[in-house]
């Protein structure tokens, strides 16, 4: 097969491991020495005057502290080299603008991981159809949930292998997060039709061939009962704390159960836009959405002393909808699915495209009447319909004129390109 129709693609694997008791200890505390690892860094660095500030100190300095302190020896070495490289790599973020300057990492606000840097030290081997074994050092040979195939064994060569690994801890236990590097034959370019995105709180996705996709409750009745029970259960044990006391064990185990529950509720939401995105971009060749900026769609309508905001209370609960359904991380794997598809994926201004009206082009007053209903008051048109498609319509109108929006100098900006037909008309 010639080389021009390979592509070297790297994505990542997230499987369950299955940790003893001994072996969640030995991973926790891990976690724990590489976060402080991270805090001596930091805190070196602003002791350091500017031109000592070299990678080769960092290192003299982080040999030093695993020798000196004995609580970080638990941390393997490759581990601590991994500490080190992505510290200097989120000031060279931060230097480029892409990020915030590092921060001292926190307790109980910083998510639990260590990092694997080399993949020839995980020596994974599939057992059978569910279960396969990955060696974590310092903890042993773990058995973790086989869901994927990985190059492993005879599969594995110099372009399909596994460069690394991540341990990362949530609410529902350790996970391993898997690099892995293949080489894929180039998809062919997609040749189903365009359709336009318009996503919401009531129907989630909705497209402007009519389609609609939409998700249950993500938390079943008997979880909501229990969830009411810890949240007031907590709530009650947190009175009763002193100001400046510590958090009991027992408000601690509350706290957990609550986090676990609302793990299993984000756990089944992520699966389900994983199985709808992965649906659209095997259905169609070009993907269209609308460009949103979410953090100011998400801002509190509190206001301040002097002018407070009004419907707070409403805001707040649409806050807590938009967030929930997590458009941008719907946008981010719609972008790479239809590119593994052979499709492609165009964002368009988003300002209008609930208020236009897509059979005449005219916005006038009141058109929508309700959250599902559009019926356009142009006196010369009077088109009624659903006003989800109606917007994913609009949005792919504005594709195929030729408004499409391009990053430039960390801001969207409209480039008209030349008029696309219509897929009835190719």
């Not at 020839?120 to 195939?149: C, E, M, S, Y």
Request: charged residues 25%; aromatic residues 6%; positive net charge.
């Amino acid at each position: 097969m010639s080389q021009d129709t390979l592509a070297s693609q790297q994505f990542g694997h997230r499987a369950r491991l299955a940790l003893s008791p001994a072996g969640v200890r030995a991973a926790d505390d891990q976690a724990h020495a590489a976060r402080t690892m991270w805090n001596l860094l930091h805190a070196w660095w602003r002791m350091m005057p500017q031109e000592m500030r070299t990678l080769a100190n960092a290192d003299a300095a982080i040999r030093q502290a695993r020798e000196d302190i004995d609580f970080l020896a638990v941390l393997p070495a490759q581990a601590a080299q991994g500490v080190l490289k992505a510290y200097f790599r989120a000031w060279k973020n931060c230097w480029e603008g892409r990020a915030d300057a590092p921060n001292f990492k926190g307790r109980l606000r910083t998510v639990m991981s260590v990092d694997i840097p080399q993949g020839r030290d995980l020596n994974i081997v599939r057992v059978h159809r569910r279960w396969g074994q990955v060696n974590i050092p310092k903890a042993g040979r773990v058995r973790f949930r086989w869901t994927k195939g990985l190059p492993v064994g005879k599969r594995a060569n110099t372009e399909n292998r596994i460069t690394g690994a991540r341990l990362v801890r949530d609410a529902l236990g350790w996970h391993v997060a898997f690099r892995v590097q293949t080489l894929e034959v180039k998809p062919k370019p997609h040749q189903e039709p365009d359709v336009g995105i318009d996503v919401g709180v009531i129907v989630p996705i909705a497209l402007s061939d009519g389609e609609t996709y939409e998700h249950g409750e993500c938390v079943t009745g008997k979880e909501k009962a229990r969830l009411l029970h810890l949240e007031q259960r907590a709530a009650r044990r947190k009175q009763h704390r002193k100001s400046g006391e510590r958090t009991s064990r027992r408000l601690h185990r509350t706290y957990d159960q609550i986090a676990g529950l609302r793990a299993k509720a984000k756990r089944r939401a992520l699966d389900w836009q994983h199985q709808t995105t992965t649906a659209i971009a095997r259905t169609y060749g070009t993907v269209v959405v609308e460009a949103l900026t979410i953090t100011n769609m998400v801002k509190s309508a509190r206001g301040t002393i002097e002018e407070p905001g009004k419907n707070v209370a409403r805001k707040s609960g649409l806050n807590r909808s938009i967030s929930g359904e997590a458009w941008g991380r719907t946008v981010t794997m719609l972008t790479y699915k239809t590119a593994q598809h052979g499709g492609t994926l165009h964002k368009v201004p988003a300002p209008g495209t609930s208020q236009r009206c897509s059979a005449c082009g005219f916005t006038t007053p009141g058109s929508r009447e309700s959250q599902a209903v559009f019926v356009c008051k142009n006196p010369g048109c009077g088109w009624s319909g659903n006003a989800d498609h109606n917007a994913a319509r609009n949005v792919l109108h504005l594709y195929r004129m030729g408004l499409a929006l391009i990053p430039a100098a960390g801001r969207a900006v409209v480039r008209r390109a030349k008029r696309v037909k219509p897929a009835a008309a190719r």
